[in-house]
């Protein structure tokens, strides 16, 4: 089983930057690709970034240009680097994980979650 927890969130202005970090613990010995999804209030969980084992990156449109996921493996850890943030930014971003090296865009894919971490940017 893996562990994932999320940290990094915050308040901040718009146009500002914030870094978010997941650290997995537990099943890390084998290849496994992460992501992150972001769920704004009264709004569906979306995807956001996902990078595989072998750092391809996928990004949603709405976020290409301003964030940049990346992972180090000996680590355990994923990033997201948010740049010139918006007020449609404000969410929880929640950091995914699944059993293979290949990421994928879409939720049901991931079976490992972890709690989240909440942003919000103001105008």
């Known amino acids: 089983q893996m562990n994932l927890v999320e940290s990094g969130g915050g308040l901040v202005q718009g146009g500002g930057s914030l870094r978010l970090s997941c650290v997995a613990s537990g099943r890390t010995s084998s290849p496994y690709a992460m992501g992150w999804f972001r769920q704004a209030p009264g709004k569906e969980r979306e995807f956001v970034a996902a990078i595989s084992w072998y750092n391809t990156r996928y990004y949603a449109d709405s976020v290409k240009d301003r964030f940049t996921i990346a992972r180090d493996n000996a680590k355990n850890t994923m990033y997201l680097q948010m740049n010139m943030l918006k007020p449609e930014d404000t969410a929880v971003y929640y950091c995914?994980?699944?059993?293979?090296?290949?990421?994928?865009?879409?939720?049901?894919?991931?079976?490992?979650w972890g709690q989240g971490t909440q942003v919000t940017v103001f105008s």
């Open positions: 995914a994980a699944r059993a293979t090296a290949s990421a994928r865009t879409v939720e049901s894919e991931y079976d490992t």
